[in-house]
């Protein structure tokens, strides 16, 4: 059974950073990719950030590209985002995800393209 869980949110000035974790397990194979999504009140959740898990090619959203990172831990099953000169307009819960289904080669941002979920953490940037 695949679990995932996101641990690292917290509250942070503006400017500010973090770094989110995902704990996976139980995934059935090694390659798959793995992504972060966010969902703030009222609104729809949305793509930040996919990696491959065997080739380490990333996508970001373009709100995010030159601030976050995402990278992954195989030997560990960890995925991580590095968040930096946060915003206000980053406050979300933010979900790991995990798309099993493929093709891999393509790095999917639509959330009913990945099939698991964390429970997601709270990021609440402070203005």
């Known amino acids: 059974q695949v679990q995932l869980i996101e641990s690292g949110g917290g509250l942070v000035q503006t400017g500010g950073s973090l770094r989110l974790s995902c704990a996976a397990s139980?995934?059935?194979?090694?390659?798959?990719?793995m992504g972060w999504f966010r969902q703030a009140p009222g609104k729809e959740r949305e793509f930040v950030a996919v990696?491959?898990?065997?080739?380490?090619?990333?996508l970001y959203a373009d709100s995010v590209k030159g601030r976050f990172v995402i990278s992954g831990d195989n030997a560990r099953n960890m995925l991580y985002l590095q968040m930096s000169s946060l915003k206000p307009e980053d406050t979300a819960v933010y979900y790991c995800?995990?798309?099993?289904?493929?093709?891999?080669?393509?790095?999917?941002?639509?959330?009913?393209?990945?099939?698991?979920w964390g429970q997601g953490t709270q990021v609440t940037v402070s203005s």
């Open positions: 990696i491959n898990w065997s080739s380490g090619r990333t």
């Open positions: 139980g995934l059935p194979f090694s390659s798959y990719n």
């Open positions: 995800a995990a798309d099993l289904r493929g093709p891999f080669l393509i790095l999917k941002s639509k959330a009913n393209q990945f099939d698991y």
